[in-house]
């Protein structure tokens, strides 16, 4: 039950007790004045039948005694007049039988008026003549106390009626700020704050409301300051601070959902040499600008297309997602990559190499394995670093070789290392008269049929510094064919 209702409810309980009072003081009051009124009209009545009779009775005339009886018997609201000769003991008797009209019988069934009875003896000097007694017909009192019930019953009901429309809507409009307060609770909890509540008249409420409006100006000022927060935790969580590109869990992201929905097209991994040489040589501030720069001009000169994500992997790694291009886009992009970092190199006559490398992946939609696509292209760019005077690799998903990365291509050396698996084959190099001068040695891989030459593993071996073990390897194994055939 609401508050309103259960306030109206014991406001109207009481209202109805304490009209019910005055409606049973007022109804006893009429009843009580009714009943005095009956009782004098009784005695008086008495009073004045003795006197009348008092003549006809010393004459001993029952005629004349018995006209005056009628004719009070007739005027008045008498039940019952019975007048007893003390000379004779004889009686005259007038009764009138007790039928009210106009009251309910269940009215007159609860015997408000008890019966009034008056008796009085007629002398005449010390000579006592008879006896009259008069009882009091009860009809007029009932009628009068029906009518003042039904009067009185009829304006209680009516100012009930009105007490309690003016109690519901002076109740109501008391109540109209908890009714706000309470819209305001409900607002404030689907975090949604709007206007201030107006100040009621009620001096206790309008302190409730200023406490509420206060309390949702400063939820509404620490929800506004938690969603900046929280906006800025979510760009720090997926922003790059000095680039102001996406990091690595960003692009993570963005390349599942490319491979979800169509997969194709391609990737460029961009190793810039020369901020890594910046922040080497000239500090962190020098290091932070060039990235700064450098993402700048990424974004103005080589992302020209919405669909385009470019992200920063590392100090000096750099990825650019580019869905639905073909090989020819990507390699036309790596190339614009290469030589938006010669201008950055400041090196008007063009004899320093790039100092970057762009390894280019195409996917045909195909492959669905982000791992496989980032494999391919960290493949590119191990070649691309390769072949430094033009550090642009691009190669496909139907390359074998391709689709191995770095953990793949050191599982597979350290595994050829430890069980042998490498091959070496010998090419004769003689002078002009065809004297045998001496033989150079390739090296490859063969594993379970598949053969990988040197040129597929060499950008691996020295982008993870294992060279020094394969070198090892290699001149151990020659060694020993040395020794067998100098």
């Keep these: 039950m609401t508050l309103f209702n259960q306030i109206f409810t014991w406001m ?48 001993d005339d029952k005629v004349a005694a018995e006209s005056v009886i009628n004719a009070f018997f007739d005027g008045g609201f008498y039940r019952e007049v019975n007048l007893t000769l003390l000379s004779d003991n004889s009686e005259i008797v007038r009764e009138y039988p007790v039928q009210i009209q106009g ?58 009626l009105i007490a309690s429309v003016v109690i519901g809507w002076q109740l109501r409009r008391s109540l109209k700020p908890l009714a706000r307060i309470t819209q305001k609770a409900g607002e404030i909890a689907k975090n949604r704050f709007g206007d201030p509540i107006p100040l009621p008249p009620t001096i206790e409420l309008k302190t409730v409301v200023r406490a509420i409006n206060v309390m949702t100006e400063q939820l509404k000022s620490y929800f506004e300051q938690q969603a900046k927060e929280a906006d800025r935790l979510r760009k720090t969580a997926y922003r790059d601070p000095v680039s102001g590109l996406g990091n690595r869990s960003f692009y993570v992201g963005q390349l599942k959902s490319w491979l979800t929905e169509s997969g194709v097209g391609g990737m460029a991994l961009i190793k810039v040499d020369l901020i890594s040489e910046a922040y080497k040589k000239q500090g962190f501030e020098a290091g932070d600008n060039l990235v700064e720069r450098f993402a700048n001009n990424l974004t103005t000169t080589i992302i020209t297309d919405d669909s385009m994500t470019a992200a920063r992997l590392s100090k000096d790694e750099f990825v650019i997602l580019a869905p639905n291009t073909d090989a020819d ?19 008007p006559m063009g004899l320093t190499p790039p100092k970057v490398a762009v390894g280019l992946a195409v996917n045909g939609g195909g492959n669905r394995d982000a791992s496989i696509l980032l494999s391919q292209a960290d493949n590119a760019l191990s070649q691309a670093r390769n072949t430094p005077d033009h550090p642009v690799v691009l190669i496909d998903q139907s390359m074998g070789d391709a689709a191995m990365g770095k953990q793949q291509w050191k599982a597979l050396l350290h595994e050829a290392v430890a069980k042998e698996l490498f091959v070496f084959k010998f090419q004769s190099v003689s002078d002009s008269t065809s004297k045998l001068l001496h033989q150079e040695v390739f090296s490859a891989i063969e594993k379970d049929g598949e053969y990988y030459g040197a040129g597929h593993f060499l950008g ?16 151990t194994h020659i060694m020993k064919t040395l020794a067998q055939d100098k």
Excluded at 138 to 154: E, H, I, N, R, T
């Design 329 to 347: 886009d990507l390699r036309l992009l790596g190339e614009s990559v290469l030589a938006m970092v010669v201008d950055m190199q400041a090196d």
């Design 460 to 475: 691996a071996v020295e982008q993870l510094q294992l060279g020094e073990t394969l070198d090892k390897y290699v001149i």
């Design 12 to 59: 109207l309980v009481i209202f109805f007790f304490l009209v019910l009072s005055v409606f049973g003081i007022e109804l006893n009051t009429t009843r009580n004045f009714l009943l005095n009124q009956q009782t004098a009209d009784v005695n008086n009545t008495v009073n004045s039948m003795g006197l009348a009779l008092a003549p006809y009775l010393e004459s």
């Design 103 to 160: 009251v309910p019988q269940w009215f007159i069934d609860l015997d408000i008026f008890p019966v009034i009875t008056e008796k009085q003896t007629i002398t005449s000097g010390w000579m006592q003549l008879a006896e009259v007694e008069v009882v009091a017909h009860p009809g007029y009192a009932y009628k009068q106390l029906w009518k003042s019930f039904v009067q009185l019953g009829s304006s209680m009901a009516v100012i009930f």
